[in-house]
């Protein structure tokens, strides 16, 4: 069965992306006339017109004749069809309302599941003298921004509906955000600095619901899920609150990263390697891990992978699992030169990573497939953080603009 597609190669190779640049917002996707979108999806939700039915008036099973009799349906349809069946996404043939369609389920490859080219920037916002430096995605798709001002004086988060409505937009205490964590509620906790490290927790709605302050002067890691939060303070120190923010514990132990394990304990990566923490702050085991880049959770198994740093010509990606056990995976597509800023994972265990383009000050955003290589990139000017949505393989990029771009 032949690949169709409209306008688009296979995989996008080309840094610019898969269309033409939109840089002032919020905007549409590309090629969508500034319309506002979430990304080609139509008003049937993301049915394609087969599944969708013809419309009002169709309530009514196959067969009804309205009056809760069954009509008789024994015809021969072929007779008006030709025997074709009706158009669907993932068949392999282009119908009407349909991008493209490639006939298989892999998103990112030119062409995605829901027949949408891959790679097209959704919508995107610019932020006039501020900088987006934290993101996060909660389990609605929503995502969250950690905005502070070029001058430190102001720390704002902000959060954004999947079709890029802002829904809120509040300030929280301390002059320069460190850090910022989206629980799967969409309860959100800030980490900020200012006489001392403070954490602000707040409610999905962006109210506060409280905030903790520590004596220590910096730190640049916190996570939190719906039951606790967890924060480095200065040098060697951990501490744990609840959600209610009651103080559980403390460690002394330094972190880089903090990410959630599956048992409910800690993954922490320092200069050192990477260890985890179990849910009283205990260390479980520590690893010296070859690769000394940013780190993500696979959200398939739950395991650690930290990217190399200096990956070309290849990607490499150490991981790790609650059971200690590591192996080391190579990405079969060229990185761009300079080494790896940012490091996020899809619900397909597509990695997406950020570089810095040579000495240049622009970077690539890239999606990498294990045995395919590399799906798609785009160069931005500058860039300070990403997330990956992990039920729509969403990418939002956040610096100087905060650019969501589809799978």
């Known amino acids: 069965m032949l690949r169709a597609y409209v306008g688009s190669l ?5 840094l610019l992306g898969c269309g033409p640049e939109v840089t002032f917002g919020p905007t549409g996707p590309e090629g969508a006339d500034g319309a506002e979108s979430s990304g080609g999806v139509d008003s049937t939700d993301g049915l394609s017109a087969s599944e969708a039915g013809s419309g009002p008036g169709d309530d009514a099973g196959p067969g009804d004749d309205g009056d809760g009799e069954t009509a ?39 062409c995605n599941r829901d027949c949408t080219l891959s790679g097209q ?67 959100v906790t800030a980490y900020t600095q200012s006489t001392g490290a403070l954490i602000s927790r707040l409610h999905p709605d962006g109210d506060l619901l409280w905030t903790a302050q520590h ?42 990263w903090l990410l959630p394990a599956p048992s409910g304990g800690v993954y922490a990566r320092s200069d050192q390697g990477a260890m985890l923490l179990d849910v009283n702050g205990e260390v479980v085991w520590t690893h010296d891990l070859p690769c000394a880049g940013p780190a993500a959770i696979n959200p398939v198994d739950g395991r650690l992978w930290i990217a190399e740093l200096h990956s070309a010509p290849e990607v490499t990606v ?24 940012g490091l996020g994972i899809d619900g397909d265990e597509n990695i997406v990573i950020a570089t810095r383009i040579g000495s240049s000050t622009s970077f690539s955003v890239e999606k990498h497939h294990e045995q395919l290589g590399l799906l798609h990139a785009r160069e931005v000017a500058h860039w300070q953080c990403l997330a990956v949505d992990r039920s729509t393989n969403r990418i939002a990029i956040g610096s100087t603009k905060l650019s969501v771009i589809g799978p």
């Open 318 to 341: 150490c991981t790790i699992g609650e059971d200690e056990s590591t192996e080391q995976r190579t990405f079969g597509a060229p990185a761009r030169d300079g080494y790896v800023q």
């Open 72 to 110: 008789d349906t024994d015809t021969d349809t072929d007779t008006d069809t030709g025997g074709k069946q009706a158009p669907t996404c993932l068949d392999g043939v282009l119908d009407p309302g349909e991008d493209c369609d490639d006939g298989n389920d892999i998103d990112g490859d030119g």
């Open 10 to 14: 296979t995989v996008c190779l080309n």
């Open 121 to 187: 920037l959704l919508w995107e916002y610019e932020f006039p003298e501020r900088m987006v430096t934290r993101l996060g995605f909660d389990a609605d798709s929503e995502v969250t921004a950690g905005i502070h001002r070029y001058n430190f004086n102001e720390v704002a988060v902000a959060r954004y509906a999947p079709d890029g409505e802002q829904l809120w937009e509040v300030e929280v205490a301390g002059l320069s955000l460190g850090g910022l964590s989206v629980a799967p509620s969409g309860e």
């Open 215 to 256: 004596p220590g002067y910096w730190g640049n890691a916190v996570v939190a899920t719906d039951a606790a939060v967890v924060a480095s303070f200065g040098p060697g120190y951990l501490a744990s609150y609840g959600a209610d923010s009651t103080p559980q514990w403390t460690a002394e132990q330094e972190a880089l």
